[in-house]
């Protein structure tokens, strides 16, 4: 069982920055492939970026493509997302979660940050 942690999470004014962080523990890190997923209100979650288990980055969502940037460090068991030119439309709950090699959907879950970004 694996077991997911978000920090980070706040409110910033449009154009600033914030790096979340998400401790895993549970499980062989390096077992898991990471994703970054946010869900607005009234709003469907979406995926906002993919990490391999070996650190590369197999996807970011279109709309933050040169503003968020994921990295994962598997000898702390940690996955960030730094955030930078935040905008409102980036106001969300931000989840990571975990899936294992060869799998397609995310087995594991963390709790969400709020992050709010105000105009």
């Known amino acids: 069982q694996v077991q997911l942690v978000e920090a980070g999470g706040g409110t910033v004014q449009a154009g600033g920055s914030l790096r979340l962080s998400c401790a895993a523990s549970?499980?062989?890190?390096?077992?898991?492939?990471m994703g970054w997923f946010r869900q607005a209100p009234g709003r469907e979650r979406e995926l906002v970026a993919s990490?391999?288990?070996?650190?590369?980055?197999?996807y970011y969502a279109e709309s933050v493509k040169g503003r968020f940037f994921a990295s994962r460090d598997n000898t702390r068991t940690t996955v960030l997302l730094q955030m930078n030119s935040l905008q409102p439309e980036d106001t969300a709950v931000y989840y990571c979660?975990?899936?294992?090699?060869?799998?397609?959907?995310?087995?594991?879950w963390g709790q969400g940050t709020q992050v709010t970004v105000s105009s």
């Open positions: 979660a975990a899936r294992r090699r060869g799998e397609d959907e995310y087995e594991y």
């Open positions: 990490i391999h288990p070996r650190g590369g980055i197999l």
């Open positions: 549970g499980g062989t890190f390096t077992d898991y492939g």
